[in-house]
């Protein structure tokens, strides 16, 4: 079948005019898309430093993303919005999502759901993070989601969003840091389930991996901006742990999803920085997402 269209994703992009560590990186992912720019940039959450803590974060990635030679779009991630409050010890180590972090990241980078229709494909992004939240944008997302899928016909879909929907089974029972909160999957099981369904982008593990659910693909994106050490970041999903991006080539009725890493773009080991870019970190049981 011949090609429709392709897609660059990139993810933890971790963007800041505070901490320039992670820029080199964006600037030759930059160069690579302006030498042949793709349909869409999807950048799947994360895509500053700390937005959630310092809204200038969330400037400085769009400043970054509206240089771009190309169409973006971007999903929230826990480092732009905010986590699960059931995550949040109350420490201030990981902050809540909130209505107010909320607005930040829509006032900086755009809506945090969208739908692009490009060819037969309708591409989905959504909030991950609203996903159990319990704020009333949540159940606003579910009923625009219902709606996006009951209008796109026979077209085929994608879904982009920060975290995995699940590890190693949609039955996984235990909210974690690393994927979706169970109880809010069943309900996107509907989504995950659907026929039409041929990809699910995520980042956030900082590794990347392929998995298969149904006729869709599961493609976890590698972080841009830096790898952790299994001391710093115990094995989550056994992917590979390196920088970089991934290109998607749309087909007419499947994505062909590769890796791509480049001599320009440096292996940051988080180890070496972590306490200067994360004070935050230094207090107990770290992780790197």
């Excluded at 991996?209 to 994106?221: D, L």
């Amino acid at each position: 079948m011949e090609e429709q269209f392709r897609i660059l994703q990139v993810s933890d992009t971790h963007l800041s005019q505070r901490h320039g560590q992670f820029l080199p990186n964006w600037r030759r992912f930059a160069d690579i898309v302006a030498a042949s720019p793709p349909r869409l940039v999807v950048n799947t959450g994360d895509a500053s430093l700390a937005g959630c803590r310092h809204p200038d974060d969330l400037h400085s990635a769009a400043r970054l993303h509206a240089a771009l030679a190309a169409p973006w779009r971007v999903v929230p991630g826990n480092h732009d919005v905010g986590d699960h409050p059931r995550l949040c010890d109350g420490s201030g180590r990981r902050l809540p999502v909130t209505a107010a972090t909320l607005a930040a990241y829509r006032d900086a980078l755009g809506a945090d759901r969208w739908s692009e229709d490009i060819g037969g494909w309708r591409l989905i992004g959504i909030d991950g993070q609203l996903l159990g939240s319990g704020l009333p944008d949540e159940e606003e997302q579910w009923a625009w989601l219902d709606a996006v899928r009951a209008q796109a016909d026979d077209r085929r879909l994608a879904l982009f969003l920060h975290k995995p929907p699940f590890l190693a089974s949609p039955r996984d029972a235990d909210l974690t840091y690393w994927a979706v909160d169970p109880a809010p999957r069943m309900r996107l099981m509907g989504l995950l389930d659907d026929t039409r369904l041929r990809l699910v982008a995520c980042g956030h593990l900082h590794e990347h991996f392929h998995r298969t659910h149904g006729r869709a693909r599961i493609v976890a994106c590698p972080s841009l901006a830096f790898v952790a050490s299994p001391t710093l970041q115990a094995e989550v999903a056994g992917g590979r742990r390196e920088t970089g991006y991934v290109r998607h080539v749309f087909h007419d009725d499947h994505v062909v999803s590769e890796i791509v890493t480049d001599d320009g773009i440096a292996r940051v080991l988080l180890d070496d920085i972590v306490d200067e870019v994360y004070p935050e970190r230094r207090r107990p049981a770290a992780t790197a997402g």
